[in-house]
């Protein structure tokens, strides 16, 4: 399986990994290599097998609907890289 | 000299009085002070260490203590600690001081362990040699010239070298074994739900599970007693009561059935690791159980589902890293995407994001069949392997690593070679299955061998009785490298 440089330039914008120029040689490289690993996986007959997303099958624990946890609003905002009144500032988005 | 002790020996000289918590802790700390050649830890955290000895010293004199009050041990820098830096081995996270603390830091802390210090890591916990740190590699305390393991490669070199009694670790695919066999330590892998997953910065959330590096078996025992156990904040963790791990290390292995899988001692296996692996199997042999050959036929494709599932896993975690809520942020953003994109460029490192690629490729449109999918239905094919040898045997056991400690850089440049670290341990995580590595021998060159012993679903109790039951006959686990003793 062999990755074109196009489709690494694809595969960062869905990721939202800024890529440079000399990366991309170097991705489309490495990843194809990753991906001849992978195709091993086509030696394996899979008809009819039931896929398995989780080690345990039991379906997830419901809770209650109460309040469990205080306000930590200034403790959560206090590590982030930039904020003010209690909003994230981000690079303005509407012009 | 006390870093020569056990923590069950410590844990005696702490409630006799010989020692007093603060004056282990101090111990402790200068010997991680002192250390210049591992690159063991990312974080310590002396004050606070001081302060939590005073008290487990307080509860000593008054007879308050449980049995772990007063030991020292160090977190891997993925479990959260409330104040202290918790940067997963990225830049990403350099900056990130956690609100609150992990579920395993909580429980122990409670316990009165005391907490030396955060431990160096492959980032994210994406490698097998602790290369992939942002802050460099960690060295083998066997040999500097060679890696630790990884992804808790820290952790393993700290243990081995005695800088802390013991450490706690993560495996998504072999990150606690591996890095334990490699510098001679017992590391136990607990199966999926035992350990609350809950402020362990999430690798592969299907896969992640927490567990102890120790120097002995029993040791591993009474950490995980501690750190195992339903939490309502994780909602994978099993709601059950358990037997203390503790309470049968030394029931006597008669009538044990061992499985050798013949796929886990093929040539690919270097001669001195297969030769020390079956000399332990003999030795378990003479304490009274008995070999039977099993197969698990689907282990050949375990490597290439890992590298499909744990990669989807991660590129979908990892997306929360976005430069706004919290940990590293561009210089200077142009718009919104611009930050996004440079954000994670320059905060994730070279492993971590081939992983995001691979894993967003896997899970993209028109390739989902191909790749989740179809691992998704091996994955049920290496679990079902398992049930089947289970029915045959009690544990199965085989070599934890293919090869000893190899140089630092050796593998960096093709990454594959890398991630064909983990063909005996990745497949343990598919299933969701307990494992333990034991020490049971050294290289010609004088690394440590290590021993990997699988067990049926939430049966880490017995893993650790056979492990216990072979130290009790062996002292591969008592060996210090000269330059630490």
Redesign the interface.
């Known amino acids: 399986m062999s990755i074109s440089n196009q489709d690494v330039h694809h595969i960062a914008r869905l990721a939202r990994l800024g890529i440079s120029d000399e990366e991309v040689e170097i991705y489309a490289d490495n990843l194809s290599r990753i991906l001849d690993l992978v195709a091993q996986m086509n030696d394996v007959d899979t008809d009819g097998i039931e896929p398995m997303a989780h080690p345990s099958d039991v379906s997830l624990r419901l809770r209650d609907d109460t309040v469990s946890e205080t306000d930590h609003r200034d403790e959560f905002m206090g590590i982030a890289p930039a904020s003010e009144n209690g909003l994230y500032l981000v690079p303005k988005v509407i012009e | 000299m006390p870093h020569n002790h056990t923590l069950l020996e410590l844990s005696k000289k702490l409630r006799s009085r010989d020692i007093s918590a603060l004056e282990l802790c101090t111990h402790f700390l200068d010997r991680i002070e002192g250390d210049t050649k591992l690159n063991a830890f990312i974080t310590s955290d002396t004050e606070r260490a001081l302060q939590q000895a005073r008290v487990a010293d307080d509860a000593l004199n008054s007879g308050s203590a449980s049995p772990l009050t007063g030991l020292p041990i160090a977190h891997k820098d993925i479990f959260c600690t409330k104040g202290l830096k918790t940067s997963c081995g990225s830049r990403m996270l350099d900056n990130?001081?956690s609100?609150?603390d992990a579920t395993v830091v909580e429980r122990l802390a409670k316990e009165g362990v005391i907490t030396l210090g955060k431990t160096n890591m492959d980032e994210f916990a994406m490698g097998s040699s602790n290369e992939t740190s942002w802050y460099g590699p960690v060295a083998n305390p066997w040999d500097t010239s060679r890696v630790a393991g990884g992804s808790s490669g820290g952790s393993a070199a700290a243990v081995a070298a005695r800088l802390v009694p013991a450490a706690t670790g993560t495996d998504t695919g072999g990150s606690i074994r591996q890095p334990a066999a490699l510098c001679g330590l017992t590391g136990l892998k607990p199966s999926?739900?035992r350990v609350s997953r809950y402020g362990i910065v999430a690798f592969a959330s299907?896969l992640d599970q927490a567990g102890p590096i120790a120097q002995t078996a029993a040791d591993a025992a009474l950490l995980f007693d501690a750190m195992a156990g339903f939490d309502?904040r994780d909602?994978?963790s099993?709601?059950k009561k358990f037997e203390a791990a503790s309470s049968s290390l030394e029931k006597p292995l008669k009538g044990l059935k061992i499985g050798l899988p013949n796929e886990f001692f093929d040539s690919g296996v270097d001669s001195d690791v297969g030769a020390a692996v079956q000399a332990a199997v003999a030795r378990l042999c003479e304490l009274g159980a008995s070999a039977v050959n099993i197969a698990l036929p689907?282990s050949?494709?375990a490597?290439?589902?890992y590298?499909?599932i744990a990669p989807a896993e991660a590129?979908s975690n990892l997306?929360r890293f976005?430069?706004?809520?919290?940990?590293?942020?561009t210089n200077d953003?142009?718009?919104?995407?611009?930050?996004?994109?440079?954000s994670?460029?320059?905060g994730?490192g070279a492993e971590v994001?081939?992983r995001?690629?691979?894993g967003?490729?896997?899970l993209?449109s028109g390739y989902y069949d191909a790749?989740y999918?179809?691992?998704?239905?091996?994955?049920?094919?290496i679990?079902t392997d398992f049930d089947r040898a289970f029915a045959q045997c009690d544990v199965i056991a085989g070599p934890t690593t293919p090869t000893t400690a190899f140089k630092i850089g050796e593998k960096m440049d093709?990454?594959?070679s890398m991630?064909l670290n983990d063909i005996f341990t990745s497949s343990v995580n598919?299933?969701?299955l307990p494992a333990l590595s034991i020490p049971v021998g050294f290289s010609g060159s004088g690394l440590p061998i290590g021993m990997q012993l699988i067990g049926p679903y939430l049966d880490e109790a017995k893993l650790l009785n056979v492990g216990h039951c072979y130290q009790q006959t062996t002292d591969w686990h008592r060996h210090v490298p000269g330059e630490f003793a």
Request: hydrophobic share 35%.
């Open positions: 990130f001081i609100p609150y999926y739900g299907s309502p909602s994978t099993l709601d689907n050949a494709a490597i290439p589902c590298y499909v590129s997306a976005d430069g706004v809520r919290y940990g590293y942020r953003p142009v718009d919104l995407t611009d930050l996004y994109e440079r994670r460029a320059e994730f994001k081939r995001i690629m691979i967003t490729y896997a993209s790749y999918l179809k691992a998704q239905k091996i994955r049920r094919l679990a093709n990454p594959v991630y598919l299933a969701g």
